[in-house]
């Protein structure tokens, strides 16, 4: 019963920054939300919390530079039907079982501004867009299986897939720790958004005009780690490692191959 209790809050505390295709994996977004399901039925009618803390990010996708910036999330679940929440967007489980769910969600990509770093000047802001994503997990305990298909909404667009599995590999009545692999593919529209050069930013920037392809985009292993502090309070560490990888890593943009990203959340639950 604490074993279920750890994994059912674990589906809670996953916090970070809106995607904008950083190192953390799709999967970290909702770690052990289908596990939930899983382990306790019903499902409570309401789950709700707030999380803040310091994040650790790649100025831009591809840059050897970083920065600090706060975090902030804050979720709402009703039942193992509907969910909003800044970390995993606002979405519907239209199937959902005791080793599965299947659904669709409304997310937000903050983008690129050209001032984020140095490099970036003469390109031009990619500006914040609306995402579109069908996503569907299973369980095979104790591994659990996740893909995604996402369609950004904004100047650019674009398709990209996540293919993702990860599992709890350690935990106790008071900390739990998911890990996992994932891998990224996108179309080229979606690698062109991010990483491409056209001829008028080649002329604008320091950059000659790349013509970037789709394919597979990364491939990176996450790792999601909660301390429970007592029944409401907790503390959520979230870590990933992002390889660039096809015409991502081939773009002049991309001054290092290898991304981690790095947070450490405060939250409180009811």
Request: aromatic share 12%; with cysteine.
């Amino acid at each position: 019963m604490r074993l279920a209790c750890l994994l059912m809050l674990l589906g809670l505390v996953f916090s970070g920054p809106a995607r904008a295709d950083m190192p953390i994996a799709e999967w970290q977004y909702s770690a052990g939300q289908v596990l939930q399901g899983y382990f306790q039925q019903p499902v409570p009618r309401w789950q709700r919390l707030v999380s803040a803390g310091p994040a650790l990010l790649p100025r831009y996708e591809g840059a050897s530079a970083y920065r600090a910036m706060p975090g902030l999330t804050l979720e709402m679940r009703y039942r193992d039907l509907a969910f909003a929440s800044t970390a995993e967007g606002l979405g519907l489980n239209l199937l959902r079982g005791k080793r599965y769910r299947a659904g669709v969600a409304a997310g937000f990509d903050l983008g690129r501004d050209e001032d984020d770093d140095p490099r970036l000047r003469g390109l031009g802001d990619l500006d914040p867009a609306a995402e579109l994503k069908l996503f569907g997990e299973c369980v095979l305990f104790p591994v659990v299986l996740r893909a995604d298909l996402r369609r950004n909404l904004g100047s650019g667009g674009g398709w990209s897939a996540d293919l993702a599995a990860y599992l709890p590999v350690v935990g106790s009545e008071r900390y739990f720790v998911f890990l996992g692999p994932s891998m990224t593919l996108s179309d080229g529209e979606a690698t062109r958004r991010g990483f491409g050069i056209s001829p008028q930013q080649a002329a604008r920037s320091q950059f000659p005009a790349y013509q970037a392809g789709g394919g597979l985009r990364s491939a990176g292993f996450g790792v999601s780690a909660t301390w429970f502090l007592d029944e409401r309070w907790f503390l959520n560490g979230t870590g990933g490692l992002q390889y660039l990888l096809g015409a991502a890593a081939d773009s002049p943009l991309s001054r290092n191959d290898q991304q981690y990203a790095l947070s450490l959340m405060l939250g409180y639950r009811w």
